[in-house]
């Protein structure tokens, strides 16, 4: 039955029901007082030996609480981590990654990196950062019990919601708490506590012979209290959407004129352009094309971290100050991203997204719908698909309503896929909705977290909707 939840709320709910695999940590000596004085002094070492130097120490904390008929469970696990990096006079990078931020184990990984030594990695245990930006939502201090408390409030009002044809409700409450540092010898000298939230209540019913979903969730900047954000109207939604009925008979299967929905829209800004327009994926496909190609004058797409929202931050991992780049301007192609992140603040460095936004138009989705005409409203976005090479996306469809002339017929159709090339999709646009909606994903990278959000209205295009392959399953 999670299953059809999708990736991001079923695997919340897995993890803090104990279905993840915890990290063993074991006992350390760190002292977080000392660790930017650490770095700073690791750095002036290390710039003594290279040409370029830069540290980057990062304790995080991962909390999940859940709650549904069989009670009420937490579960997290907390890490730090360090990375080491340098560059010679010609150029080449040198890295080392250890798992222990003590005064002792910097100093070794340093004489290791100095000496061209490998370093055993080590993780150590480590307190809770000091500060309180957040107030009473601070969650290094907040108790067992308030975890709890806050996923069995959003339970009891998923249980007050729906009806007796759902099989399957809970309420969840995940909270990532991370205190970075980085310094580097050209004089950077950095720190960043990144808080981030999600809240939410599921539901699952039986449809005929197969399980439907809905997913009521708020996200962001906040700790525990992420709960309070999660309305009832947004409860009462998606157990109704849990129970929809889809039609039966011949789903749509061909070329349609199509009103996507902002979680399909920011599912194909995220996948099929941030993450392709990379240099790393630019260096894989043709340049040329790349350079060439064109969305419609009305769409506007940046990777915006300076933002507030889940996945933005004050500086990337490299050091960079958080700044917006436009993707698309206008249509016309911007610049590859080149901001570094690594998963899990250790894991390798690459250019990647934090917080993609694709602006706001002008048009009412009942403008938009009548745009299209006769065609289809596609909705509910699962984990899109890319060919860098090729550029084509494929994105998995929970629901598609028909649409004559401009009106839904009231035909409700699962287990879709949209199929395009990004190019004709995005170039394809004909309106662009006023209002957009905020998505939140936590991502596991080679075992490792990294976070992302998005921005999108609806937009009207053009598509080809099929139903969803085994693949796309």
Not at 169 to 179: K, P, T
Request: net charge neutral; glycine share 12%.
């Amino acid at each position: 039955m999670l299953g059809a939840l999708g990736g991001g709320a079923a695997a919340t709910i897995l993890w803090g029901c104990g279905g993840g695999r915890a990290r063993v940590v074991s006992a350390g000596n760190e002292e977080e007082a000392g660790v930017r004085h650490w770095l700073r002094d690791a750095v002036a070492r290390l710039a003594g030996g290279f040409a370029s130097a830069s540290a980057l120490a990062a304790i995080r904390a991962h909390t999940v609480a859940t709650a549904d008929a069989g009670g009420r469970s937490i579960r997290g696990e907390r890490v730090q981590s360090l990375v080491l990096a340098a560059r010679d006079a010609a150029g080449r990078r040198f890295e080392r990654v250890i798992a222990d931020l003590s005064a002792t184990a910097i100093d070794a990984a340093v004489d290791a990196m100095l000496a061209g030594r490998a370093v055993a990695p080590w993780r150590g245990s480590f307190k809770a950062p000091s500060d309180a930006p957040f107030g009473g939502d601070d969650p290094a201090r907040a108790r067992d019990d308030e975890w709890t408390g806050r996923a069995g409030e959003l339970y009891a009002r998923a249980e007050a919601a729906g009806s007796s044809r759902v099989v399957y409700r809970a309420g969840y409450v995940e909270v990532d708490d991370a205190s970075i540092w980085f310094a580097g010898s050209d004089g950077a000298d950095r720190f960043q506590r990144l808080v981030r939230g999600r809240a939410g209540a599921i539901f699952v019913a039986w449809s005929g012979s197969r399980p439907s979903s809905g997913v009521a969730e708020s996200a962001g900047a906040m700790g525990p209290a992420a709960s309070n954000a999660v309305g009832d109207a947004d409860i009462d939604a998606a157990a109704a959407r849990a129970l929809e009925l889809m039609t039966p008979g011949a789903a749509p299967d061909g070329d349609f004129a199509i009103v996507i929905d902002p979680s399909v829209a920011a599912a194909t800004a995220e996948a099929g352009v941030a993450d392709v327009m990379t240099a790393e994926a630019w260096r894989r496909a043709d340049l040329g094309a790349r350079a060439s190609w064109r969305a419609a004058e009305t769409l506007t797409i940046a990777d915006d971290p300076s933002a507030a929202s889940y996945g933005g931050y004050a500086f990337a991992d490299d050091g960079s100050i958080a700044a917006r780049s436009v993707l698309v301007d206008r249509g016309a192609p911007g610049a590859p991203l080149a901001a570094a992140r690594r998963a899990g603040f250790a894991g390798p460095a690459r250019a990647g997204a934090a917080h993609v936004v694709i602006d706001p138009g002008d048009k009412s989705l009942e403008e938009l719908q009548k745009l299209v005409g006769s065609g289809l409203l596609v909705e509910d976005a699962g984990v899109a698909r890319v060919d860098p090479i090729a550029w084509e996306i494929v994105v998995p469809i929970g629901r598609a309503r028909r649409l004559d002339g401009g009106k839904r017929t009231g035909h409700v159709f699962a287990d879709l896929e949209l199929r395009a090339t990004v190019p004709a999709l995005l170039g394809g646009v004909i309106g662009v909705g006023a209002e957009a909606r905020a998505f939140a994903r936590r991502i596991e990278l080679e075992g490792e977290p990294t976070w992302r959000s998005s921005s999108a209205p609806h937009l009207a295009t053009r598509a080809r909707i099929a139903p969803r392959s085994r693949r796309s399953a």
